[in-house]
């Protein structure tokens, strides 16, 4: 069974920052690309970050770019996610994810032929960012 | 970006009614479209993709179909475990953006 375990929430000052952690079990992780998806209070969902399966791939929402930085540790089956200069509007629920789809790396490039179609999804993570 | 938008926002039906949701995509997504839904302070669950794919474990009332650019994500028999909100989401190209979501409640 697929399980994804997000860590590292919590209640944030604007401007700060905080780590969140992912850890994956039931899958062969270092084949599915990862990501996070967000969900602040009373809304809908909003994509922010994939890595691909060999992390050398990195892809950001514009919302994010440049304060987040999302990376994977294929020997520890986690992925993470840090943030920094928070704004009120990341207050959200980020969701771990895990592409339904795997890579493959045929040559020592990796692929991703389905990234972004979600198959499992953690409980997630909440981060408040407020004074 | 792709803009996705879904109709309507707020649904009312009864068990047994057979209810439609709506997904236009701003440009051409193909058919990669993925339907999910989401109970109050459940995560996301996947039920569609491809447009029209089941995903394993999916009861057969739920079905999708594609016309160009609009995706229709239908119940065929509404269940009490269906009331919930859906979200479609494209995957063609980064971002993957969602749909804003159909609330589905008892009438």
């Known amino acids: 069974e697929v399980q994804l375990l997000e860590s590292g929430g919590g209640l944030v000052q604007p401007g700060g920052s905080l780590r969140l952690s992912c850890a994956a079990s039931g899958f062969a992780f270092r084949s599915f690309a990862m990501s996070w998806v967000r969900q602040a209070p009373g809304k809908g969902l909003e994509w922010v970050s994939t890595?691909?399966?060999?992390?050398?791939?990195?892809y950001y929402a514009d919302s994010v770019k440049g304060r987040f930085t999302i990376s994977r540790d294929n020997s520890k089956n986690t992925v993470y996610l840090q943030v920094i200069r928070l704004r009120a509007e990341d207050t959200a629920l980020y969701y771990c994810v895990k592409d339904r789809t795997p890579g493959y790396c045929p040559d020592g490039l990796c692929y991703e032929p389905q990234p972004l179609l979600f198959d499992s999804w953690g409980q997630g993570a909440l981060v408040i960012v407020s004074s | 970006d792709i803009q996705m938008t879904q109709s309507p926002s707020t649904l009312s039906a009864s068990v047994g009614d057979r209810v439609s949701i709506t997904c236009r995509a701003s440009q051409s997504v193909n058919s990669w479209l993925a339907w999910y839904q989401q109970k109050p302070g459940k995560a996301p669950r996947l039920l569609i993709y491809d447009a029209s794919t089941l995903e394993d474990g999916v009861p057969s009332r739920f079905s999708g179909r594609r016309s160009g650019t609009e995706f229709t994500l239908t119940i065929s028999s509404l269940q009490p475990d269906d009331f919930a909100t859906y979200y479609c989401?494209?995957?063609?190209?980064?971002?993957?953006?969602f749909g804003q979501g159909t609330k589905v409640d008892i009438k």
């Open positions: 890595v691909g399966i060999s992390g050398g791939k990195t």
């Open positions: 989401q494209h995957y063609n190209n980064y971002p993957g953006t």
